[in-house]
């Protein structure tokens, strides 16, 4: 079953702690792109790889850090240097469709909350 | 800044009718263009995209671009109660980088 997974679902996080959000896809996809969401907003992107041990920052990268070792791994932390984690945050994939053109598709979600 | 804007919302259509939603962009050079249905507490699903000027159908939903006035629409046809969702407009720029608009709420009355 091809897909992204992103784990865990739920998450909570104390005051001035680190945490990662996993995200694995079994797609063969080389780009991966990390996005928070905020209630009543659009997605903004954090962080995007295109390619194994290369990434990028996105619009809102200050507070965040990825690594990319792996093709099918794309592991997001939250450090404590962000100050307003709280939101869910979605990890997508792309894959090219017809015409060449790019698709991009989201992982289920994990939404973190700040105790 | 590239800049995708939407109708503020919430839309409310009757069941049956024909909900419009619509969808600006700042940014010329844009490729690809994508509207995601995201029910409460769920991630994004894709369902359609359309990457040249005029209408692309796909069952009960239109979608349709216009370049020159940089504007993409979507029609949903025959609206129904699972149409209930959250629309994203996404608009493709540099590196595959997707950029989303806020976002409008759908409801249909039954």
């Known amino acids: 079953d091809g897909g992204i997974t992103q784990s865990p679902k739920y998450l909570f996080r104390k005051e001035g702690q680190n945490v990662t959000l996993s995200c694995e896809q079994n797609l063969n996809h080389d780009a991966m792109y990390w996005y928070r969401q905020d209630p009543g907003q659009g997605l903004r992107l954090i962080y995007y790889s295109q390619i194994v041990n290369d990434f990028q920052k996105g619009d809102i990268a200050e507070g965040y850090s990825v690594s990319r070792e792996k093709k099918e791994s794309f592991p997001l932390t939250v450090t404590s240097a962000q100050k307003n984690p709280t939101a869910f945050y979605l990890c997508?994939?792309?894959?090219?469709?017809?015409?060449?053109?790019?698709?991009?598709?989201f992982g289920p979600g994990t939404r973190l909350t700040v105790l | 800044q590239k800049e995708v804007e939407q109708n503020s919302g919430p839309l409310s259509v009757p069941e049956g009718a024909i909900a419009s939603l619509n969808c600006t962009y700042s940014d010329r050079g844009s490729q690809s263009f994508f509207w995601y249905r995201q029910y409460s507490g769920k991630s994004p699903e894709l369902i359609m995209f359309i990457y040249s000027n005029g209408d692309k159908e796909d069952g009960r939903f239109t979608a349709q671009l216009n370049k020159a006035s940089q504007y993409v629409s979507l029609l949903i046809r025959d609206s129904q109660p699972s149409d209930s969702a959250t629309y994203l407009c996404?608009?493709?720029?540099?590196?595959?980088?997707?950029?989303f608009g806020k976002g409008i709420t759908l409801s249909v009355r039954p």
């Open positions: 997508a994939s792309i894959s090219r469709g017809a015409g060449g053109f790019d698709e991009q598709f």
């Open positions: 996404a608009v493709t720029g540099a590196n595959s980088k997707l950029t």
